[in-house]
């Protein structure tokens, strides 16, 4: 089993910046998937961007191309937000798979405790 952990959410205005954070214990498998997930209020949980074990690959969600940044590898993993916008409001949650190029969150077996990102306008 999976442990993950998540920091650094908080309350910014739009057009700030944020940084998140994932740490992962416990039992590890090889080329694995981290990926970010968000759920807004009311919403579907969605998914927002992954790399792989090795931090060669990634890949994002369209609306947060460019603006967003996954870096990281093995057992932590980092989401810079640049440019964050109103719509980027939810809880951010860390997840490993092992489906490369998954964007369902039925494909990822571990999950961290989440943490909220405000974004005010």
């Known amino acids: 089993q999976v442990q993950l952990v998540e920091s650094g959410g908080g309350l910014v205005q739009a057009g700030g910046s944020l940084r998140l954070s994932c740490a992962a214990s416990?039992?590890?498998?090889?080329?694995?998937?981290m990926a970010w997930f968000r759920q807004a209020p009311g919403k579907e949980r969605e998914f927002v961007a992954a790399?792989?074990?090795?931090?060669?690959n990634t890949y994002y969600k369209d609306s947060v191309r460019g603006r967003f940044t996954i870096s990281g590898a093995k057992t932590t993993m980092s989401l810079q937000m640049n440019n964050l916008k109103p719509e980027d409001t939810a809880v951010y949650y860390c997840?490993?798979?092992?489906?490369?190029?998954?964007?369902?969150?039925?494909?990822?077996?571990?999950w961290g405790q989440g943490t909220q990102v405000t974004v005010s306008s």
């Open positions: 790399i792989n074990w090795s931090a060669s």
């Open positions: 416990g039992r590890t498998f090889s080329n694995y998937v």
């Open positions: 997840a490993v798979g092992t489906i490369w190029g998954s964007r369902s969150q039925l494909d990822f077996r571990s």
